[in-house]
């Protein structure tokens, strides 16, 4: 079966970290390129930050110097640290097998104090 399934998320307060996780099945994983994408109440899905096969990373303004997207492709899994989290970072984040457009269910991420 192919599929993503995130994990990770949670409620932290303003300032602290989160790690998630994007573990893919069923796919050539190494081949692909992982988008980590988010969707706040009310807003527009977003893309927050990805990496290619040849582990080019790219990321918003928003997030620069805060977040970083890293994979291992041993385990077939994807990861976004998420440093100094803002409660604009407020969100549902999934992950997203580019060329092959297969999504996770998302991961709910809520930073508030």
Same mark, same amino acid.
């Given at each position: 079966?192919?599929?993503?399934?995130? $994990?990770?998320?949670?409620?932290v307060?303003?300032?602290?970290? =989160?790690? =998630?996780?994007?573990?893919? $099945?069923?796919?050539?994983?190494?081949?692909?390129?992982?988008?980590?994408?988010?969707?706040?109440?009310?807003?527009?899905?977003?893309?927050?930050?990805?990496?290619?096969?040849?582990?080019?990373?790219?990321?918003?303004?928003?997030?620069?110097?805060?977040?970083?997207?890293?994979?291992?492709?041993?385990?077939?899994?994807?990861?976004?640290?998420?440093?100094? =989290?803002?409660?604009?970072?407020?969100?549902?984040?999934?992950?997203?097998?580019?060329?092959?457009?297969?999504w996770?269910?998302?991961?709910?991420?809520?930073? $508030?104090?």
């Open positions: 079966q192919v599929q993503l399934v995130e $994990s990770g998320g949670g409620l307060q303003p300032g602290g970290s =989160l790690r =998630l996780s994007c573990t893919a $099945s069923g796919m050539r994983f190494t081949s692909e390129r992982i988008n980590w994408y988010r969707q706040a109440p009310g807003k527009q899905r977003e893309l927050v930050a990805y990496i290619t096969s040849g582990y080019v990373t790219i990321y918003i303004d928003s997030v620069k110097g805060r977040f970083t997207i890293s994979r291992d492709n041993g385990k077939n899994t994807v990861y976004l640290q998420m440093n100094s =989290l803002k409660p604009e970072d407020t969100a549902v984040y999934y992950c997203n097998a580019h060329y092959t457009n297969i996770g269910q998302g991961t709910q991420v809520t930073v $508030s104090s």
